[in-house]
């Protein structure tokens, strides 16, 4: 009864031995147990990111009101971005998470903003969630399929990254759009107040920016995430 784990599982585990030779005459070195102190199988290791599973995948499905395509990019660092298209004419709904792979094979995706997790059978090249009993679907399973390897610079991100370089280049510094991430801080882009001003001002247009929300958001706005939230809220607002 106080076994609470499964085959293949990763636990905590506290050992005593030492380092030896693995091979003698060689570098390389093992770890040699000479006993387990204790091993606690409540205390699992958490989802890592897995490097086969990176990448692409699309789904698309009807609902009672419209046709819904779906998009889901894994990065390599353990970032996740799920796009939603309900409308030809408008940008996508856009959520980001954190993804890893359990120790029993699944795959977990934390969503942020929602506080939600959503845990998902991986087969070859699908990903398979099963939707909740008590959620109003034609289907019992959302599959998704990958199509092509994961693109940093999809959604909103890359929109937004895109135009600092341009901004920046304009200002007479160009930099390499590989080297920004969503915490990078806008003063190491932007390092003078003439550069600060022309985004600024650029962003009133672009974004857009409210009169409100220049007052009150904008001199909140440190990282790229800021800026990201911004044309998020931008777009959903011109819907």
Same mark, same amino acid.
């Given at each position: 009864?106080?076994?609470?784990?499964?085959?293949?599982?990763?636990?905590?585990?506290?050992?005593?031995?030492?380092?030896?030779?693995?091979?003698?005459?060689?570098?390389?070195?093992?770890?040699?147990?000479?006993?387990?102190?204790?091993?606690?199988?409540?205390?699992?290791?958490?989802?890592?990111?897995?490097?086969?599973?990176?990448?692409?995948?699309?789904?698309?499905?009807? @609902?009672?009101?419209? $046709?819904?395509?779906?998009?889901?990019?894994?990065?390599?660092?353990? &970032? +996740? /971005?799920?796009?939603? =298209?309900?409308?030809?004419?408008?940008?996508?709904?856009?959520?980001?998470?954190?993804?890893?792979?359990?120790?029993?094979?699944?795959?977990?995706?934390?969503?942020?903003?929602?506080?939600?997790?959503?845990?998902?059978?991986?087969?070859?090249?699908?990903?398979?969630?099963?939707?909740?009993?008590?959620?109003?679907?034609?289907?019992?399973?959302?599959?998704?399929?990958?199509?092509?390897?994961?693109?940093?610079?999809?959604?909103?991100?890359?929109?937004?990254?895109?135009?600092?370089?341009?901004?920046?280049?304009?200002?007479?510094?160009?930099?390499?759009? @590989?080297?920004?991430? $969503?915490?990078?801080?806008?003063?190491?882009?932007?390092?003078?107040? &003439? +550069? /600060?001003?022309?985004? =600024?001002?650029?962003?009133?247009?672009?974004?857009?920016?409210?009169?409100?929300?220049?007052?009150?958001?904008?001199?909140?706005?440190?990282?790229?995430?800021?800026?990201?939230?911004?044309?998020?809220?931008?777009?959903?607002?011109?819907?």
């Amino acid at each position: 009864e106080s076994q609470r784990s499964i085959r293949g599982q990763r636990m905590k585990a506290w050992l005593t031995g030492h380092l030896a030779e693995q091979h003698p005459g060689q570098r390389d070195t093992a770890f040699i147990v000479s006993r387990i102190e204790h091993i606690d199988a409540t205390l699992s290791c958490p989802p890592r990111p897995r490097a086969a599973l990176v990448g692409r995948y699309s789904a698309s499905f009807n @609902d009672p009101m419209r $046709k819904r395509e779906v998009m889901l990019y894994l990065q390599p660092g353990g &970032e +996740a /971005l799920m796009t939603t =298209r309900i409308s030809d004419t408008k940008p996508p709904l856009e959520q980001d998470g954190t993804w890893g792979v359990s120790s029993d094979g699944r795959l977990d995706i934390l969503w942020r903003q929602l506080s939600a997790h959503s845990t998902y059978t991986v087969t070859e090249n699908t990903l398979t969630l099963s939707m909740p009993k008590n959620l109003q679907s034609d289907h019992d399973t959302f599959v998704l399929t990958r199509n092509g390897p994961a693109d940093r610079m999809a959604g909103t991100q890359g929109q937004v990254i895109l135009w600092l370089a341009g901004i920046s280049a304009a200002q007479g510094f160009k930099f390499s759009t @590989d080297t920004v991430t $969503k915490a990078t801080a806008i003063a190491d882009i932007f390092r003078t107040p &003439e +550069a /600060l001003n022309a985004l =600024r001002d650029s962003a009133v247009a672009w974004l857009p920016l409210a009169p409100e929300q220049l007052r009150t958001d904008w001199p909140a706005v440190s990282t790229v995430s800021d800026l990201i939230a911004l044309k998020r809220l931008g777009d959903q607002r011109d819907r």
